[in-house]
């Protein structure tokens, strides 16, 4: 059964750092992209950044210069390095397999506050 498991968030200040990692299991991860999503109360869920399975990767306007998706295939896991935190990006963030269909995480808290 395929497995995708996030961790990583938290409470950071404006202008922090968090780095959330996702570990999947269950399927020979090296051969799909993968993306970060996230969704904030009251709004639509949204692709935050995408990865393919060769590495080449894209973003989300309002994130562009301050996060950074990576993956590392020997692990079985993806990362997002998120930098410049905004009181913005505060949202529910899940990590997405392009299998299809999807295969989704149970997701992780990011809330940035002071």
């Known amino acids: 059964q395929v497995q995708l498991v996030e961790s990583g968030g938290g409470l950071v200040q404006p202008g922090g750092s968090l780095r959330l990692s996702c570990a999947a299991s269950?399927?020979?991860?090296?051969?799909?992209?993968m993306g970060w999503y996230r969704q904030a109360p009251g709004k639509q869920r949204e692709l935050v950044a995408s990865?393919?399975?060769?590495?080449?990767?894209n973003y989300a306007n309002s994130v562009k210069g301050r996060f950074t998706i990576s993956r590392d295939n020997a692990k079985n896991a993806a990362y997002l390095q998120m930098n410049s935190l905004k009181p913005e990006d505060t949202a529910f963030y899940y990590c997405?397999?392009?299998?299809?269909?999807?295969?989704w995480g149970q997701g992780t808290q990011v809330t940035v506050s002071s």
């Open positions: 990865i393919t399975d060769r590495g080449s990767t």
């Open positions: 997405a397999l392009f299998t299809n269909p999807i295969t």
């Open positions: 269950g399927i020979q991860f090296s051969t799909f992209g």
